[in-house]
C-alpha cells in the first residue's frame, strides 16, 4: 500500500477486514516489509475470488481502523460486483 495512504492509519494492524461492494467481509493479515504495508494471507484468495486481472484497478477506503472497503474497476473502468457464495468459508470474516 503507498506510505501516503497508510500514514492515515493510527497504527499497522496485524490484519484488516475487507469489505467489498456487496458486503461480503474477509480477513487478511498484514506485513511490514521495508516500511511498506502489504496485504499477506489472505489476500491471495480474495483476488482470486473476485477475479481480479492485470489492468484492473483496485482502490480501498479506510472504515474503521481494522476495515477497509475495497473498490474493484475492471480494465474499462466499470465497477466489478462479486458475490460472497464463492468463497472459502474459512477465510470469510465473521462479525
Same mark, same amino acid.
Given at each position: +500500500? ?7 492509519? $493510527?497504527? #499497522? ?6 469489505? *467489498?461492494?456487496?458486503? =461480503?467481509?474477509?480477513? !487478511?493479515? #498484514?506485513?511490514? +516489509?521495508? &516500511?511498506?504495508? /502489504?496485504?499477506? %494471507? @489472505?489476500? $491471495?484468495?480474495? #483476488?482470486?475470488?473476485? %477475479?481480479? *486481472?492485470?489492468?484492473? +484497478? !483496485?482502490?480501498?477506503?479506510?472504515? /474503521?481502523? &481494522?476495515?477497509?472497503? #475495497?473498490?474493484?474497476?475492471? &480494465?474499462? @473502468?466499470?465497477?466489478?460486483? *462479486?458475490? =460472497? @457464495?464463492?468463497?472459502?468459508? $474459512?477465510?470469510?470474516?465473521? &462479525?
Amino acid at each position: +500500500m503507498p506510505p501516503d495512504f497508510t500514514k492515515h492509519f $493510527a497504527a #499497522v494492524l496485524t490484519e484488516f477486514k475487507l469489505k *467489498n461492494n456487496t458486503d =461480503c467481509s474477509w480477513w !487478511v493479515t #498484514v506485513k511490514l +516489509m521495508n &516500511d511498506r504495508v /502489504t496485504l499477506d %494471507q @489472505g489476500w $491471495a484468495t480474495f #483476488v482470486t475470488v473476485h %477475479q481480479i *486481472n492485470i489492468g484492473y +484497478m !483496485v482502490t480501498f477506503k479506510l472504515l /474503521t481502523p &481494522d476495515t477497509l472497503k #475495497v473498490f474493484i474497476f475492471d &480494465d474499462d @473502468g466499470i465497477e466489478v460486483v *462479486n458475490k =460472497c @457464495g464463492k468463497h472459502d468459508e $474459512a477465510f470469510i470474516a465473521t &462479525d
